[in-house]
């Protein structure tokens, strides 16, 4: 099993900058690909962003790139998301979210694809 506690989401003005942390707990994080997604009011949840378990290999949503960066530490459990040039349509709830694969290759966009979430971090961004 696999606990995810996200943190660090607020409210920002457009064209800031956010950093949102996933702390993980048991002794797979190392073995897991993590993701972000975001889920706005009355919307889906929509991917944002992927890392693999060595953080080799990364994706991210077309509205994202460029701007968001994931990234992880292994040893401190944690995936990050730094979020800059903050627009309002970025406002949502994130969600970390978490699949065991082992060192194998792996990679989706899918909420389905992730057997583990967080309760999620409010981001809203101002206009």
């Known amino acids: 099993q696999v606990q995810l506690v996200e943190s660090g989401g607020g409210l920002v003005q457009a064209g800031g900058s956010l950093r949102l942390s996933c702390a993980a707990s048991?002794?797979?994080?190392?073995?897991?690909?993590m993701a972000w997604f975001r889920q706005a009011p009355g919307k889906e949840r929509d991917f944002v962003a992927f890392?693999?378990?060595?953080?080799?290999?990364?994706d991210y949503a077309d509205s994202v790139k460029g701007r968001f960066t994931i990234s992880r530490d292994n040893a401190k459990n944690t995936v990050y998301l730094q979020m800059n040039s903050l627009k309002p349509e970025d406002t949502a709830d994130y969600y970390c979210?978490?699949?065991?694969?082992?060192?194998?290759?792996?990679?989706?966009?899918?909420?389905?694809?992730?057997?583990?979430w967080g309760q999620g971090t409010q981001v809203t961004v101002s206009s």
């Open positions: 979210a978490g699949v065991v694969t082992g060192r194998s290759y792996y990679t989706s966009n899918n909420p389905h694809g992730y057997d583990y």
């Open positions: 048991g002794r797979t994080f190392s073995n897991c690909a």
């Open positions: 890392i693999s378990w060595s953080g080799g290999n990364t």
